[in-house]
């Protein structure tokens, strides 16, 4: 059985990866976007009343699509602008931003490369992230690996989570996350952040 999940507000982040209009439009599992933004809402509600920095990620390219990244892959993903809606980017508003959040503009799947992420944590203290979004694999995991390889401590809201398939999901929260840090259900992490189930 898991520890008991401890965490301190004030070294704590909450990062919240690209729950922005155009990708929580998509089809995902194995919960639906909606259930995700709900729970991931619920987190951050918590992160602010306990004081928690709340971090917000949304990913896109520049308006020329020049900074996309385009390497020769089996099944590429688009990354142009043209064919993109034009809300986009706009993060959902069940999820802010609110006053004292942080709002992190990526160009590619992970929330540190080419961001001032790390640099926000480090000045603030910071040595625990707490993460939740979509997509588990993509976003999210590459967001992990970064943070671990920088020496964050994590802590993953799989609840919190969706892929685009649920055999995605399975194989980042089953094997990859347990490996470079706790993996936590929304419930046990507002508990720890705030005292309250």
Not at 36 to 42: C, I, T
Not at 175 to 188: K, L, N, Q
Request: net charge neutral; with cysteine.
């Amino acid at each position: 059985m898991p520890e008991e999940l401890a965490l301190d507000p004030r070294r704590t982040a909450l990062v919240v990866i690209d729950l922005q209009r155009g990708i929580v439009a998509r089809t995902t599992a194995p919960r639906p976007a909606a259930e995700v933004v709900a729970r991931s809402a619920r987190l951050a509600r918590a992160a602010r009343a306990a004081r928690a920095f709340v971090v917000l990620v949304h990913v896109g390219p520049s308006p020329d699509g020049r900074d996309a990244l385009r390497p020769a892959a089996d099944a590429a993903a688009s990354a142009s602008p043209q064919g993109m809606p034009a809300d986009f980017l706009e993060i959902v508003p069940e999820i802010g931003p609110e006053p004292g959040d942080h709002v992190v503009r990526k160009r590619q799947w992970g929330a540190f490369y080419g961001t001032d992420l790390d640099l926000q944590l480090r000045r603030r203290r910071i040595d625990t992230i707490v993460l939740c979004g979509i997509a588990t694999n993509i976003g999210v995991e590459s967001t992990a690996r970064a943070a671990y390889e920088l020496g964050y401590e994590q802590v993953f809201a799989h609840d919190a989570m969706a892929a685009m398939t649920a055999e995605e999901h399975a194989m980042a929260v089953g094997t990859i996350f347990p490996r470079i840090g706790r993996v936590r259900t929304t419930d046990e992490i507002v508990r720890a952040l705030t005292g309250k189930g």
